[in-house]
């Protein structure tokens, strides 16, 4: 992989994380691509992973620690009562 395509796939981590905490694993990683509409094809055809769970995977274990993130924080309705 040259560092163009590694450029492209942190830019792409970057968009679907943004305004996110950081992901709990490479599942919810996987989830917000689908969510961004990235398909098994589209892994396959724009990033040369055989699908969206092994495109996450990379993801997620070459990105997760080079960003800050938005901490997250208890909507009122979650919070728990004392």
């Avoid at 992989?1 to 599942?27: A, C, H, V």
């Avoid at 990033?47 to 960003?67: I, K, N, P």
Wanted: charge should be negative; charged fraction near 35%.
């Amino acid at each position: 992989m040259n560092r163009q395509e590694l450029q492209s796939l942190r830019e792409l981590y970057f968009r679907i994380t943004e305004k996110r905490g950081r992901p709990l694993d490479f599942w919810e990683v996987a989830a917000l691509l689908e969510v961004y509409g990235i398909r098994d094809i589209d892994a396959r055809k724009e990033y040369g992973f055989s699908s969206v769970f092994e495109l996450a995977q990379f993801l997620y274990t070459h990105f997760v620690d080079e960003r800050e993130y938005p901490e997250r924080r208890l909507t009122a309705r979650e919070e728990i009562p004392p």
